[in-house]
């Protein structure tokens, strides 16, 4: 239990780093990557945050629209000023992706992007390949920075190596990525607070200098980051058989998902609801937003017992057999 | 839409982002460790680690930490999201501990704590928490104190001054020179007082200085601001090491107090402690807890798991708890009987007739030798003798065994260098 290094468990950032960037990463090869081990996502996002206050001052930071809420609070905490970007469309309750691209251009170059790798939070609206290689295109005119934040890798799709297919596109075009991830969901290590900031630098020289200005940054918060989190990943992730058994634990959880979401369709459908219900299988991960408005939602509390966040969004790990098609017909009712 | 396909971008790519990025210095304390490492000789002893050995010189995880362990393992509890304050019987256990569970301020509800990442992450939090409500007021700090006390502050952008603390000349406390620094801050400064074991001197206050110096941050209305890393690894005891905070307490004072179970309970890379504000009434309490809530949620969301849960069972459990008191009296008897072979053996060789009782009444994990730089080098260079250059060693990183050989070098160094 003695004290983990300023930048955390090496162990635990070396698989981190072959999850994210591909097992056989020549930047991985190349030591050009700064890591350090982080208190999950919050603790990554605001390292970057806190990173980019301290040396890139006059750097903001777009956020898409609709976003986690906790993101606005890390940047704005952290005093990066914040713009949004276009992304979520509710007529379709897909992608604003002409939206999305206008901003992307009209941005000042060399603006800092937040992206969600996979699985949207709070849409589960995920950009399509060919989508998120139009928007690496326009990054490379625009010299924007892109980071992710990586919080569902292998829970989206059930493949993590598919839900890191965005990172990989803009790796391919060259981009220089900032990258958080978490293992709070996809291992379930939720209250473990386990996870990865990294940044893919120029060089190895560079990528040293930049860790050792992460570590300045979490030293005066909170020293070096917790073992027990950290030590789970890194035992799983390094012993092939182990790491196996995980990869089918975290396709069982995404196919769980995905078949609540079919279920929920289907229900619907059934029971004649004049809308269209396609979204909730078009969505990805945890999350569905299903178009309902905040009246429609108390109602379904009140007179349901259905709790959920008032943008109507559903988070389906919550939806089971048992329960979907009362789900459904509380929705019906609510939206006929 | 477009068709790019897999082009190289044949752009101009401007400078890196981060050509401005320079190397960070190396941090003080672990690049002694790494220095250590590095030594090929049979003689080198590390005494720069602020973590405790036992006398075979091995890190310790204490057997009720284990007990704890085993059967949390057993009760095979998940591992959801814990509230951002923490988890709420590690709240409750903790504040007890600090306070005494029969004390009046817990039984009204006054005290707002709030389960966060060691001793760091409670001062960090009180911190920012200072920045935002209380942004005129400035942090007093001992000299010396922490190293990575300023850090804090000055990442938290809290200004801060330091007050008189340790006397070279006695190598003891500058009591006077303490509150004449205190009594002349600015009314309403935050007064940064470890509660016992001062790092990294080992000098604490007495019971009548501890009474002086509340009467001076009461007068001057200034707030007191406890960094408790070593409740009950100082003395032994958990009750005497909490009586300086349990004192200013006892007056009725508003106080803030950050908690570490780094040290006490071996606990270090689990990163558990606490930050507790006692407050005037219950309701200002229930403001100031979600107050500091907000400012956790964008740092880590909420903290984890593992250590409260440790701490929770161990104090949770009578027989547990009993068995970690007795496995810090151990500890803390360790140090005392290493303090007290070191005194002896430095009082036997050293025939220039100095007084090195210093080392009996400095307490916890660390003493100031006095050495200088030049000195402290020496005992690297020459001796292979590993601690921080400004002349502290950790006692948590001697036995007995090496007593002759560290008085030795002690008194070498400090009679034939300058």
Request: charged share 20%; glycine share 8%; hydrophobic share 40%.
């Amino acid at each position: 239990m003695e004290y983990l290094p300023m930048g955390g468990s090496i162990h635990m950032i070396e698989e981190s780093l072959k999850l994210a960037y591909g097992e056989d990463s020549e930047f991985i090869k190349d030591k050009r990557i700064a890591a350090v081990q982080a208190l999950s996502g919050t603790g990554a996002c605001r390292l970057f945050a806190d990173f980019q206050k301290r040396f890139l001052p006059d750097s903001q930071i777009y956020i898409p629209t609709p976003t986690w809420s906790n993101h606005h609070n890390i940047w704005r905490d952290a005093q990066v000023p914040q713009r949004t970007f276009s992304y979520y469309h509710p007529e379709s309750r897909g992608l604003d992706f002409a939206g999305l691209m206008d901003d992307i251009k009209n941005a000042p170059n060399g603006s800092f992007f937040l992206l969600h790798a996979c699985a949207h939070n709070p849409t589960g609206v995920d950009p399509t390949e060919e989508q998120w290689r139009e928007i690496s295109y326009q990054f490379k005119l625009k010299n924007h920075f892109p980071f992710f934040d990586m919080a569902y890798q292998g829970f989206a799709s059930g493949d993590p190596e598919r839900d890191a297919k965005a990172i990989r596109i803009f790796l391919e075009d060259g981009h220089q990525i900032g990258c958080a991830q978490s293992y709070a969901k996809n291992m379930g290590l939720y209250g473990q607070r386990a996870g990865c900031l990294s940044i893919l630098c120029e060089d190895e020289m560079q990528a040293v200098a930049v860790k050792s200005q992460l570590q300045q940054i979490a030293r005066p918060m909170y020293s070096n980051p917790p073992v027990h989190g950290a030590l789970v990943v890194s035992i799983i992730l390094s012993d092939p058989e182990l790491k196996n058994v995980w990869l089918g634990e975290v396709k069982g959880m995404a196919d769980r998902i995905i078949g609540m979401r079919k279920a929920l369709r289907e229900n619907l459908e059934k029971l004649g609801s004049p809308l269209s219900w396609e979204h909730v299988t078009n969505q990805i991960g945890m999350f569905c937003y299903s178009g309902m408005t905040p009246e429609q939602v108390d109602r379904l509390t009140s007179e349901y017992h259905i709790y959920m966040t008032r943008n109507g969004r559903i988070s389906m790990a919550g939806v089971t057999t048992g329960n979907v098609a009362y789900l459904a017909n509380a929705i019906h009712d609510v939206t006929k | 839409m477009q068709n790019t396909g897999h082009i190289t971008m044949a752009l101009a790519v401007d400078a890196s982002r981060f050509e401005g990025v320079p190397m960070a210095p190396p941090d003080p304390i672990l690049g002694v460790s790494e220095a250590f490492k590095a030594d090929t000789s049979d003689l080198k002893l590390n005494l720069g680690v602020g973590a405790y050995r036992t006398e075979e010189l091995q890190p310790a995880v204490l057997n009720v930490v284990k007990k704890a362990e085993k059967l949390m393992l057993e009760k095979g509890e998940n591992k959801e999201y814990l509230p951002i304050e923490g988890f709420a019987a590690f709240n409750k256990a903790t504040a007890d501990l600090l306070l005494g569970a029969d004390n009046p301020v817990i039984k009204q509800g006054r005290v707002a704590t709030l389960q966060s990442l060691s001793g760091t992450g409670s001062l960090r939090l009180a911190a920012a928490f200072i920045q935002r409500y209380f942004p005129d007021a400035k942090v007093l700090i001992s000299s010396p104190t922490w190293g990575n006390h300023k850090n804090i502050f000055n990442d938290a952008r809290v200004p801060w001054s330091e007050y008189r603390y340790y006397d070279p000349k006695t190598v003891g406390l500058d009591f006077e020179g303490m509150i004449a620094d205190i009594q002349a801050a600015p009314e309403g400064s935050f007064v940064l007082l470890h509660g016992c074991a001062h790092n990294p001197t080992g000098i604490d206050p007495t019971p009548e200085q501890w009474e002086k110096l509340a009467d001076v941050i009461e007068e001057k209305k200034h707030m007191p601001f406890f960094d408790v890393a070593y409740q009950g690894f100082a003395s032994g005891s958990l009750d005497e090491d909490a009586s300086s905070v349990r004192l200013f307490v006892k007056r009725g004072l508003e106080v803030f107090v950050a908690q570490s179970y780094s040290k006490n309970l071996g606990l270090y890379a689990e990163r558990i402690g606490a930050i507790n504000v006692i407050c005037s009434a219950p309701e200002v309490a229930d403001r100031v807890k979600s107050q500091l809530k907000r400012l956790a949620r964008p740092m880590y969301s909420n903290p984890p798991i593992h250590g409260a849960k440790i701490v929770a069972n161990v104090v949770g459990d009578p027989t547990m708890f009993g068995e970690w008191k007795e496995e810090m009296e151990q500890m803390a008897g360790r140090i005392k009987n290493v303090r007290q072979k070191l005194y002896d053996s430095l009082t036997e060789k050293d025939q220039s007739g100095k007084d090195w009782s210093f080392i009996l009444s400095q307490i916890g994990m660390f003493s100031f030798t006095g050495l200088n730089r030049p000195q402290s080098d020496n005992m690297t260079d020459k001796w292979h003798i590993y601690m921080t250059k400004d002349g502290r060693i950790s006692l948590a990183g001697l036995n007995l065994a090496k007593c002759e050989y560290l008085a030795d070098a002690i008194i070498d160094s400090f009679h034939n260098v300058n």
